[in-house]
């Protein structure tokens, strides 16, 4: 007969205290903390940025060195057919 909570997509965990859904950046990959001020963005590690479309954190290929197009949120493409690695952000 009272609501306590609400569901939440996916990444977001319900706030009861503010009465809201909140993203929980923790559980996104490549993210950092959250400011409260924006409880819809997280802070994204150096080289990723965050998509707000997606609420995910996303590889910027454009800043690295003979990469290509990126593939996923993790991976780019490299020139020349290198490899790509998603722990140091290089082809």
């Known amino acids: 007969s009272t609501l306590i909570s ?11 205290a503010n009465t809201r859904c909140e993203v929980q950046c923790s559980m996104i990959a490549n993210s950092q903390d959250y400011s409260l001020a924006e409880v819809d963005k997280c ?3 150096p080289g990723f940025n965050w998509n707000p479309s997606t609420y995910s954190c996303q590889v910027d290929c454009s800043q690295i060195w003979n990469a290509g ?12 057919d290198m490899p790509f690695n998603n722990q140091t952000l290089t082809c």
């Open 6 to 16: 609400c569901p939440c997509i996916k990444n977001f965990v319900w706030n009861e």
């Open 69 to 80: 197009s990126r593939i996923n949120d993790s991976y780019c493409n490299c020139n020349n």
């Open 43 to 45: 802070d994204c590690r």
